[in-house]
């Protein structure tokens, strides 16, 4: 039976309201300088994630509220990445769609670990002492801990989607680039965990230790100072090598294939975000529902993994002994030996997907995680069983256990970062969506389950 026109019409997805130019095809050096930002980015969150935990503890927040606070990444990438993404997609700033927001998330991110760095410092000022809770330091904390988060989603979003506008409808490209800003969040991760595994920064920039900020608050001023210089260097070099054309009126149409009842709100961003649910094919929801999945697992070891090295390896407490912060640092080694492996296996995904097969490299990845994190509650049991004989120190081979599970983390790891990324890309652009408003789909699947 014929389907009249105006049906057909309606019957088709919503599509983005800016048309995007074509371009000729970008090299793959581009593409590496483009991608180079993910590298100054993932630095700050390899300095997040090994010593934000145990610091929010050192400040006097209860292991219990400490997740609480982490809760911030996926309610602000619930709403602020798909956001900025749809907001990128439809930009036309004279100096492209995505560089705006990359370049304002990458100061955001420096005002944020500023505030954070400095926050025992102007508690202080605003009259904690140390014989008292630190009830303003944590306000402050909290506060830059917050806008840290929002930054980082506000940036990684527009990275992705730039890269996917580069390689346009190339997607074996595509899948090379995303293998790009996978090994170099390898790389920024290596040099973050590095950094937060050295305890001696203090000594080199001695004026961080102040009457408010011991060294070992020091230190972590110290690393975030670091970020500050990093991720100014990784995002100028990135910008720099985009050359965005910029979408002038020209290129903009208001689809006329957009549902009759969407009109009269055609702006409105969760109407388009969420109505386009309803068009997802069914290859589409799988991959959504696998990502929710692997994040499901990914999301509890990325927040504590250095916490667990600390206490259930090296069975310490925070500000109880040396114990605790020996296992902070040994975790913070074991995450950078994680990112080599997570950079080699970037450097060789393609080849990989091209023999076994993109759904069957990223099956086999996630298989191989939920080995490691089953081997994660063996060594526990191991570690509290030799504890409970009197040994207060963990065995050697506990601790290299732990190692080499956070070193073959890296594999799935790596494809996490980069297959799904290019399958939602590929598969969803019949749809007419814009780069940034399909990642900002792709990222509702990531941070939902960690809700």
Known sequence: MAVPEGDRRRARPPRSAVREPARARVSRRK?????????????????????LTPYVQELGI??????????????????????????????????????????????????????IGHSADIGWLLGDRADRSRVRAIAVFVVGFWLLDVANNMTQGPCRALLADLTGKDHRRNRVANAYFSLFMAVGNVLGFATGSYSDWYKIFSFTVTSACDPDCANLKSAFLLHVAFIAITTYISILAADELPLNHEFSHLSEEIPEQSSHAQEAFLWELFATFRYLSRPIWIILLVTALTWMGWFPFLLFDTDWMGREIYGGEPNEGQNYSRGVRMGAFGLMLNSVVLGLTSLLMEKLC?????????????????????????????????REAGDNQSPDGVVAAALVVFAILGFPLA??????YALISSHIESLGLGQGLSMGVLNLAIVIPQV
């Open 31 to 51: 593409l590496l300088r483009v991608a180079s930002v993910a590298c100054g980015i993932q630095f700050g969150w390899a300095l997040q994630l090994s010593l």
């Open 62 to 115: 209860p292991h219990a509220w400490a997740s609480v606070i982490w809760l911030c990444g996926p309610l602000s990438g619930f709403l602020v990445q798909p956001l900025v993404g749809h907001m990128s997609d439809r930009c036309t700033s004279r100096f492209g769609r995505r560089r705006p927001f990359i370049v304002a998330g990458a100061g955001l991110i420096i005002v944020s670990v500023l505030i």
């Open 354 to 386: 091209r023999k076994l097969g993109t759904g069957v490299v990223w099956g086999i990845s996630n298989i191989l995680m939920s080995l490691c994190f089953v081997s994660m509650l063996i060594i526990t049991h191991i570690a509290n069983n030799a």
């Open 415 to 420: 494809i996490t970062y980069s297959i799904p």
